[in-house]
């Protein structure tokens, strides 16, 4: 087992994409529980983000990461029959209202569900409404908020001051991220935490979901 | 042309490639940029904006004459707005957005896996008119604004030294990494450059004449000091230095040295955080090429690790521009002087003031850079 999981754990690592889908499709066969492969994914999945956080990984990278996650889970869901994998938290994502840009969105919907996140990808130019509805009916602790476009920070602030009046805020994070988001935009908009790549926002996911 | 304004636009000039070559100046040139905010400001709806082929040269000089106090402007946009940069289609106010929305680039594979062979064995301008029609929806309308941009691009540029302005760059095609990874889209390209690296190499440098050709022969049609290399999704953030070792750098040394022997300023229209490659860009030939950086490259660390090997054009976030105040504008302008200044320095926009700027804090910019400006 641990032979396995580390065996899985590197090839993911190393981003060795068609080393990594023969030997989950193999493993399948062998008979191991599509739900162990999945754990060990996983942790590669972790490791990609400590390479990205200490430099060794750019951005590039944590998307081919993501992409070949997202291959070994298309192989695996049909196997799960059912089961699912113990998950961290819930998180509700979406590119707000004016802005249709979904690269950022993508990559960090990709990164979260790979390191074990349950998300609910709501799109592009999502209006406030439908984040809240998502909130209510996921019961979501965390949402996050992409944009590229400076005209999306007051969709982002409507965002926030809406799950205010409804009275959802105090029930849910708020992360913003996208190209020409920081610290002053995070205040301006009222959300909790900022980031500019997918690595801030895992990071801020595991500050704030216990 | 009123003779006033041929002698301002002769001092300007002399001003701005003075900043450029990175000469002693009397005082630090203002540059312009503000695609969206000239309508917005000027009271045009984005709809009529990309639809009316004279309207970005008339709406952004009517901005800059309204707003006073400009040298000259960064990229200078002309025509009809079409298919965007590297192949990527876009969605237009009034078509799929609304009327006074901004136009955005949607990100969808125009260009195939198979097309990287078509680059390699019949040559990129093959691969060019191939490609184009899935990226353009309308095709007709888009010849006819390339042949209006043939007959009237030269003579509605012009209008900016009617003015009295310098226009310091057309579009350029920039670098390869840079269409490929328009055209492919943003995850596809980069997902090629680990699954078929050698043929996106091969390509790439299959690709590289024909940029340089195009980039020269737009660059010498129009009257412009210099032509922009994008650098977005070659920024060092996305790559490794492995990766941007042999996918960037290469064609970036290569096209800037292409453009200077043709007495063609490069303008490295950098996105990004370049902190990593800045020693790098001492490999580019000196006092020929400006950094044009959006706010978010440490300019003290440029000015420690490249010095006066290159100008810089920049940087005022477009995030100030959009929620700052005229204060932040006027100390954040106020520092770039003191910090980055006065030789070498053109004050411009980061990237470019967005449409949601407000106008307060572009006269606010104005103000700061002719207020600390002076030498």
Request: net charge negative; with cysteine; glycine share 10%.
């Amino acid at each position: 087992m641990i032979t396995m999981e580390s065996s899985f754990e590197q090839k993911i690592a190393d981003l060795q994409e068609e080393e990594i889908l023969t030997l989950v499709r193999r493993e399948l066969e062998s008979g191991i529980d599509p739900i162990e492969i999945l754990n060990a994914c996983q942790k590669g999945m972790e490791l990609v983000g400590e390479r990205f956080s200490t430099g060794i990984y750019f951005i590039s990278d944590l998307m081919m990461a993501g992409e070949i996650f997202r291959q070994i889970s298309s192989i695996l869901s049909p196997k799960l029959g059912g089961k699912s994998i113990s998950k961290r938290g819930k998180v509700v994502f979406g590119t707000v209202k004016g802005d249709i840009h979904d690269i950022g969105k993508d990559l960090v919907v990709g990164i979260l569900r790979s390191v074990g996140y349950e998300v609910k990808d709501l799109g592009v130019d999502v209006p406030s409404e439908r984040f809240m509805e998502a909130v209510r009916e996921t019961g979501a602790t965390v949402l996050g908020l992409s944009c590229l476009l400076t005209v999306a920070f007051d969709s982002m602030k409507e965002t926030v001051k809406a799950l205010e009046v409804a009275g959802l805020r105090s029930k849910v994070r708020i992360m913003i991220g996208g190209g020409p988001v920081n610290e002053k935009v995070c205040k301006y908009t009222g959300a909790d935490g900022w980031g500019n790549n997918p690595q801030a926002a895992v990071n801020l996911c595991k500050e704030w979901i216990a | 042309m009123n003779g006033d304004n041929e002698k301002l636009y002769q001092e300007r000039l002399d001003l701005i490639k003075k900043a450029i070559h990175v000469e002693p100046v009397d005082r630090i040139p203002v540059i312009y940029m503000g695609d969206a905010f000239s309508p917005r400001y000027m009271g045009m709806k984005l709809s009529q904006y990309v639809s009316d082929p004279e309207a970005p040269v008339d709406v952004t000089v009517a901005a800059m004459d309204r707003i006073g106090g400009f040298d000259g402007i960064n990229l200078a946009g002309v025509g009809r707005r079409s298919a965007g940069f590297g192949l990527g289609r876009m969605k237009m106010p009034g078509r799929e957005l609304p009327e006074d929305s901004v136009w955005q680039v949607e990100e969808i594979e125009i260009m195939k896996p198979e097309d990287y062979d078509t680059i390699i064995e019949k040559g990129y301008p093959v691969f060019l008119s191939e490609a184009l029609p899935r990226a353009i929806k309308d095709m007709e309308a888009f010849q006819a604004n390339m042949a209006w941009m043939v007959a009237n691009a030269g003579r509605k540029l012009q209008d900016y030294r009617n003015h009295g302005y310098v226009i310091i760059s057309g579009f350029g095609m920039g670098v390869p990494l840079e269409l490929f990874a328009g055209a492919r889209s943003t995850p596809q390209f980069f997902y090629d450059l680990y699954r078929r690296p050698d043929k996106v190499k091969a390509a790439m440098d299959a690709t590289m004449p024909t940029l340089i050709q195009m980039t020269i022969m737009i660059t010498k049609m129009s009257p412009v000091l210099g032509s922009w290399i994008g650098g977005f999704r070659g920024a060092p953030p996305f790559l490794s230095p492995k990766l941007w070792d042999k996918f960037f750098f290469p064609y970036l040394l290569q096209m800037v040295e292409a453009l200077v022997e043709n007495d063609i300023v490069p303008i490295l229209h950098f996105d990004q955080c370049w902190d990593r490659e800045l020693s790098r860009l001492r490999e580019l030939p000196a006092k020929k090429c400006v950094l044009n950086p959006d706010g978010m490259t440490d300019l003290r660390k440029f000015k420690e690790v490249v010095g006066d090997h290159m100008s810089i054009m920049g940087d005022v976030p477009s995030t100030l521009f959009a929620i700052g105040t005229p204060e932040e504008i006027r100390n954040y302008v106020r520092d770039l002087v003191r910090d980055i200044g006065p030789q070498g320095l053109l004050l411009a926009p980061g990237c470019d003031a967005p449409v949601n700027t407000k106008p307060e804090n572009m006269k606010a910019f104005v103000a700061a850079a002719h207020e600390f400006g002076k030498v």
